[in-house]
């Protein structure tokens, strides 16, 4: 693990994250409700602002960096096998793991219908089979009786894996709330990859996506409703992390 601004971050590959995945779901008993986020820049502008929500990312299993932005700073600390562990990328390798494995998969999020259209596509494209329900949340706040009746869904239909698709910082706190109200092995947030696997948003070039120009692509497609978020999260991030930065360079120095 790497801290990045004060969050631990994952410091591989998504196919190492997967066999973890795969490891510790062949030796530990439905309950654990690990959590795993994957999250970046917003993610981490989030926690700076929210004492709340940093402590939220703290209490997951692991925390996956979603963008290259967070990457690059994780190998300028030391982190030089670190890898961009993309959300819609983990998922996707993860549902074509587990395709023959005995996994059973819940998806939760999205618009009206798009979960279950998200399962068609996983049998199709990914030759996945094993997903078992799904669930679109309201856009208020559930109440404990929903989340219980939820959870309660997710236990009888012995779902291996959730998987949620809301967004930042929604997503994170709602997999720790359903964790008090379920049993199951894990629960992963990934953000929009139920929106871009389904082909309701539209994803950034592969360049612009290792050039770290993901966040400009999506203020193009999305100008009103992303220009302000990304204004406020780019320069922020820039130089909370030189600030860092410099911090981490000063005490490595003093301990040398």
């Known amino acids: 693990m790497v801290n990045i601004l004060t969050i631990p971050f994952f410091d591989n590959n998504i196919p190492t994250a997967i066999s973890m995945v795969l490891h510790e ?29 940093k402590r939220a990312l703290h209490q997951f299993w692991l925390n996956l960096p979603d963008g290259m932005p967070t990457v690059w700073v994780g190998k300028l600390k030391g982190a030089k096998a670190m890898q961009r562990c993309y959300g819609p990328d983990f998922f996707m390798e993860t549902m074509k793991a587990t395709s023959t494995l005995n996994m059973r998969h819940f998806f939760c999020g999205g618009k009206e219908g798009i979960a279950e259209m998200l399962k068609v ?28 009746a939820l959870g309660q869904t997710i236990i009888n239909l012995k779902a291996d894996i959730v998987w949620i698709g809301l967004s930042t910082p929604k997503q994170e706190q709602f997999a720790l709330r359903l964790a008090q109200f379920t049993q199951t092995k894990f629960i992963i947030t990934v953000g929009a990859a139920f929106d871009f696997h389904t082909d309701q948003v539209k994803q950034a070039p592969k360049w612009m996506q290792k ?3 993901e966040w400009f692509f999506r203020v193009l497609m999305e100008p009103k409703r992303l220009f302000m978020r990304y204004f406020e999260i780019v320069p922020q991030f820039i130089w909370l992390n030189i600030k860092e ?12």
């Open 25 to 53: 779901s062949s030796i530990k008993l439905v309950g654990q409700n690990r959590c795993i986020s994957a999250t970046g820049a917003h993610g981490l502008i989030e926690a700076h602002k929210n004492p709340s929500f």
């Open 211 to 213: 050039s770290g120009l």
């Open 245 to 256: 930065f410099v911090d981490f360079c000063l005490l490595k120095r003093m301990d040398q």
């Open 121 to 148: 596509i996983c049998e199709e494209k990914f030759g996945n089979r094993n997903v078992v329900g799904t669930f679109c949340p309201p856009f208020r706040e559930m109440s404990n009786e929903e989340m219980h």
